[in-house]
């Protein structure tokens, strides 16, 4: 299948590649679509992401994460889920287009499940690294764990479809879709 790249009126083919991936994009609905070979087609709409401990440290956004945001932004809804436990995750967030949803002490994990249920399962992919991020993980279509500053619970990595080695490695699967159906396919 060759890889079809339509962006509003701009319109790029590539016939001679063959690959299982589309990215398609409109005004109304952005989609990221990736045929995994001899595992599933994922038809993702949203982006799911814990804040402390997968998109910043100590409550502070890591390097590297802004403009990865800004470009999955193009084909994905942006969603950012925490308790927020430094309180700096909306002005870090500040410019970036992603909806901040601040949770509860209580419950985090029931909480972020429910989260993507509301969004439709089938249609989100989740990262994250905490205890908490373990439902989320389970139930999207597509769950990545990253283990890096804080580490990443071992329930949640079983839970994940891909473990990567940090935030920038899972952003880019999403980016350089080629490499997450390498890692997927059967």
């Known amino acids: 299948m060759p890889v079809q790249i339509r962006l509003t009126r701009l319109y790029l083919y590539q016939p001679k590649e063959a690959s299982p991936c589309r990215l398609l994009l409109s005004s109304s609905t952005n989609m990221l679509e990736i045929i995994i070979p001899g595992h599933k087609t994922l038809l993702l709409h949203h982006l799911v992401m814990d804040y402390n401990g997968t998109l910043a440290q100590d409550g502070v956004l890591l390097d590297g994460v802004h403009p990865r945001l800004i470009s999955l932004s193009e084909s994905l809804r942006l969603h950012v889920v925490t308790a927020d436990t430094f309180g700096l995750a909306r002005s870090q967030l500040t410019g970036l287009p992603c909806e901040l949803v601040i949770l ?38 597509l769950g990545i764990a990253i283990i890096q500053g804080e580490g990443a619970a071992v329930e949640t990595c079983q839970a994940a479809d ?18 997450l159906i390498a890692t997927l396919r059967s």
């Open 104 to 141: 509860p002490v209580e419950e985090r994990a029931s909480a972020k499940l429910a989260y993507i249920q509301r969004l439709g399962e089938a249609q989100v992919v989740a990262i994250g690294n905490g205890r908490n991020d373990h439902l989320m993980l389970q139930a999207a279509a």
């Open 162 to 179: 891909v473990l990567a080695p940090d935030i920038l490695a899972a952003l880019d699967l999403l980016l350089f879709p080629k490499r």
